[in-house]
T-cell receptor, first 115, second 111 residues
Framework: ETGVTQSPTHLIKTRGQQVTLRCSSQSGHNTVSWYQQALGQGPQFIFQYYREEENGRGNFPPRFSGLQFPNYSSELNVNALELDDSALYLC??????????????FGPGTRLTVT | DQQVKQNSPSLSVQEGRISILNCDYTNSMFDYFLWYKKYPAEGPTFLISISSIKDKNEDGRFTVFLNKSAKHLSLHIVPSQPGDSAVYFCAASVNTDKLIFGTGTRLQVFP
């Protein structure tokens, strides 16, 4: 069973640029969620995708967008990067309907630094 | 508006003793609560969860207690081991798998 993988591991971008982060879900999981974890904070829900459509969104502006592909892999795109976007971005996959423990399986994250 | 709060940023416990991590929440609609553990450079790993219809769930050395009237849950680790040293996150959900996390508690277990 393959776990959740994310790429790249680290990324440095300049303010105003655009970035794409990638996630490969755990085998058999058709739902993917993205979280932003700022330094010293807990993960914050950005949005979730199910069957290639957005299935819920947190308090993030439209410049944060996503895609889910038929193989359940996913992308997070952030336009017009701001310094405050510097964070660890976590992808999590889960089955649908949710499992009995509501568990999500997290990848190792992508560390984004905006300068 | 922090709906899930972990007021202790750190906790230090001797090996073999009990570790108690606390979490408070404000949204009475939460129906599922989870604890995750996170090591540096890794994603959060699921530990244990509890439904709002229960007040206790146990899995080996880990027990989660839920007090709905106080909107409080706690994670007990007995006995604590050095490998338990990590950041622990409390998370909650409302009839869904979209999780709202607390800010985390760093647990250090020393010999």
């Amino acid at each position: 069973e393959t776990g959740v993988t994310q790429s790249p591991t680290h990324l440095i971008k300049t303010r105003g640029q655009q970035v794409t982060l990638r996630c490969s879900s755990q085998s058999g999981h058709n739902t993917v969620s993205w979280y932003q974890q700022a330094l010293g904070q807990g993960p914050q829900f950005i949005f979730q995708y199910y069957r290639e459509e957005e299935n819920g969104r947190g308090n993030f502006p439209p410049r944060f967008s996503g895609l889910q592909f038929p193989n359940y892999s996913s992308e997070l795109n952030v336009n017009a990067l701001e310094l405050d976007d510097s964070a660890l971005y976590l992808c999590a996959s889960s089955p649908h309907p949710v499992g009995p423990t509501y568990e999500q399986y997290f990848g190792p994250g992508t560390r984004l630094t905006v300068t | 508006d922090q709906q899930v709060k972990q007021n202790s940023p750190s906790l230090s416990v001797q090996e073999g003793r009990i570790s108690i991590l606390n979490c408070d929440y404000t949204n009475s609609m939460f129906d599922y609560f989870l604890w995750y553990k996170k090591y540096p450079a890794e994603g959060p790993t699921f530990l244990i969860s509890i439904s709002s219809i229960k007040d206790k769930n146990e899995d080996g050395r880990f027990t989660v207690f839920l007090n709905k009237s106080a909107k409080h849950l706690s994670l007990h680790i007995v006995p604590s081991q050095p490998g338990d040293s990590a950041v622990y996150f409390c998370a909650a959900s409302v009839n869904t798998d979209k999780l709202i996390f607390g800010t985390g508690t760093r647990l250090q277990v020393f010999p």
